[in-house]
T-cell receptor
Framework: GIQVEQSPPDLILQEGANSTLRCNFS?????LQWFHQNPWGQLINLFY???GTKQNGRLSATTVATERYSLLYISSSQTTDSGVYFC????????????FGKGTTLSVSS | DTAVSQTPKYLVTQMGNDKSIKCEQN?????MYWYKQDSKKFLKIMFS???????INETVPNRFSPKSPDKAHLNLHINSLELGDSAVYFC????????????FGSGTQLSVL
């Protein structure tokens, strides 16, 4: 099956810093999404981004499908950005679902 | 207002018991899922239903049985609970088999003693 690797596994930042999270995947995909799991366990969908670039406030994401990677940028980080960031991909054949990476744990301190 | 709601939020039970988790979505989505998150935060698909029809059934013990009475509801029944079943179970939904954004419920933390 398809492999999803996220890096770095852990990231510690001071408030106000910028960061880039990476997601590599082993095969072509038709669906790629980024999620944030906050410290209370809630999973929030950040982006649906099988290709191209999207921005939402201080967050943006870029997927280069031909090179099999996606990047999540967090600018001017805040303590509320802390949590685990997951990348998930799906190849699109019938009977498949999103396969998740192991996540990047982000801690932002004030 | 809650888009995907699941109950209960916490479930503490003894080994050998049978328990159910309920999930409902009011987004009008066609596809619903159950995911399991283990103690290392790894999320894995268990089941998926599209319009009440089972379309994904991963390698899960047959003690786990999903039921979808209609496309807005997907329940999970677990028989003869084991210690290893302790995890957080998430319900999710999407408009069309995952081709658009996936929305998660708030999770049910199951602890088997």
């Amino acid at each position: 099956g398809i492999q999803v690797e996220q890096s770095p596994p852990d990231l510690i930042l001071q408030e106000g810093a910028n960061s880039t999270l990476r997601c590599n995947f082993s095969d072509s995909v038709n669906n790629l999404q980024w999620f944030h799991q906050n410290p209370w366990g809630q999973l929030i969908n950040l982006f649906y981004i099988p290709s191209g670039t999207k921005q939402n406030g201080r967050l943006s994401a870029t997927t280069v499908a031909t090179e099999r990677y996606s990047l999540l940028y967090i600018s001017s980080s805040q303590t509320t950005d802390s949590g685990v960031y997951f990348c998930a991909v799906e190849q699109g054949q019938a009977g498949t679902a999103l396969i998740f990476g192991k996540g990047t744990t982000l801690s932002v301190s004030s | 207002d809650t888009a995907v709601s699941q109950t209960p939020k916490y479930l503490v039970t003894q080994m050998g018991n049978d328990k159910s988790i309920k999930c409902e979505q009011n987004l009008g989505h066609d596809t619903m899922y159950w995911y399991k998150q283990d103690s290392k935060k790894f999320l894995k698909i268990m089941f998926s239903y599209n319009n009440k029809e089972l379309i994904i059934n991963e390698t899960v013990p047959n003690r786990f049985s999903p039921k979808s009475p209609d496309k807005a509801h997907l329940n999970l029944h677990i028989n003869s609970l084991e210690l290893g079943d302790s995890a957080v179970y998430f319900c999710a939904s999407s408009p069309q088999g995952g081709w658009e954004k996936l929305f998660f419920g708030s999770g049910t933390q199951l602890s088997v003693l």
